[in-house]
């Protein structure tokens, strides 16, 4: 099992910054991605960003130039920096874990408002 507990979240104004954490514990070895996703009322849930064991990162064209995933594996710990932030960005953010072949571990999210 892989346990995941996101926090940092909170009210910002447009044109701010924030960073979520992501603490990771349990069978880490069998992870081999992290991701952020986010689900905004009334919308699917959709990727935001991606970071493998291997170091290869992805982002989702909304937050390209914005956010930074990133992490420290010394603690454990995955991070989401976003910056140049947007009301559209309001939404609650979920860490996702990949497991091999196709099983995702999931947080519990942590809601992040972007006030106009």
């Known amino acids: 099992q892989v346990q995941l507990v996101e926090s940092g979240g909170g009210l910002v104004q447009a044109g701010g910054s924030l960073r979520v954490s992501c603490a990771v514990s349990g069978r880490i070895f069998s992870i081999n991605a992290m991701s952020w996703y986010r689900q905004a009322p009334g919308k699917q849930r959709e990727l935001v960003a991606t970071?493998?064991?291997?170091?290869?990162?992805n982002y989702g064209d909304s937050v390209k130039g914005r956010f930074t995933i990133s992490r420290d594996n010394a603690k454990n710990t995955v991070y989401l920096q976003m910056n140049s932030l947007k009301p559209e960005d309001t939404a609650v953010y979920y860490c996702a874990a990949r497991r091999p072949p196709s099983y995702t571990y999931w947080g519990q999210g942590t809601q992040v408002t972007v006030s106009s």
């Open positions: 970071i493998t064991s291997g170091g290869s990162i």
